[in-house]
């Protein structure tokens, strides 16, 4: 089957610890995205990566960071420097393109303990 | 920069009746517009896009959206509502191609209940 997968879909996480959040397509995507949902609220951009070895910083960037090693691949790594790390983290990949709609993998939920 | 807003956080239908979710935009050039859907604990399903052409678009389930430009809206309708309809939906619109790059901004998404 083709589409995108992210694990693990529950995270837990103590308070100082760094954890990665992965996210793999097989759609031959060149453009992923990883996107923050906090209750109440819609998708904030955290960072997109257009191309192999290239990303771009969203909207919320600070406390994450991001690596573009393979076309297939995604990763996310909320650092101990993100002070309120508890969210739904969803995954999205597209074509690139104006008028190319995104995937979205089913999301991570990852809780601070 | 583009955005979009959607006024409702809650719509309530009565199953079997039409529906109506409302989506408002704001963009410099031509929008490209799409619809989500979201069940509990699960990713972002695409529903719909309008790029250009005919101001009804039709998508999944029976959904279709109407794009007017006068009004910058894009408003999702269906005729006849689900119970399984009930859940989360998100309009987005394609940022301006900036620097080589454009991202897909989200609404803050409006809760859909249908009730039997």
């Known amino acids: 089957d083709g589409g995108i997968t992210q694990s693990p879909k529950y995270l837990f996480r103590k308070e100082g610890q760094n954890v990665t959040l992965s996210c793999e397509q097989n759609?031959?995507?060149?453009?992923m995205y990883w996107y923050r949902q906090d209750p109440g609220q819609g998708l904030r951009l955290i960072y997109y990566?257009?191309?192999?070895?290239?990303?771009q910083k969203g909207d919320i960037a600070e406390g994450y960071s991001v690596s573009r090693e393979k076309k297939e691949s995604f990763p996310l790594t909320v650092t101990s420097a993100q002070k309120n790390p508890t969210a739904f983290y969803l995954c999205a990949s597209s074509i690139e393109g104006k008028n190319t709609e995104a995937f979205f993998g089913q999301g991570t939920r990852l809780t601070v303990v | 920069a583009q955005s979009v807003a959607q006024p409702e956080d809650q719509v309530n239908v009565a199953e079997g009746n039409p529906l109506t979710v409302k989506c408002t935009y704001s963009v410099s050039g031509n929008p490209y517009l799409f619809w989500y859907v979201q069940y509990p604990n699960r990713g972002l399903q695409f529903l719909l896009k309008y790029i250009t052409g005919d101001n009804l678009v039709k998508g999944s389930y029976g959904f279709e959206a109407e794009f007017n430009k006068s009004q910058t809206s894009f408003h999702l309708k269906k005729p006849s509502a689900l119970v399984s309809d009930s859940a989360l939906y998100f309009c987005a619109v394609r940022d301006s191609w900036v620097g080589g790059y454009n991202k897909l901004i989200f609404g803050a998404g409006t809760r859909l209940a249908v009730h039997p």
């Open positions: 990566s257009q191309i192999v070895n290239d990303f």
């Open positions: 759609l031959n995507h060149d453009a």
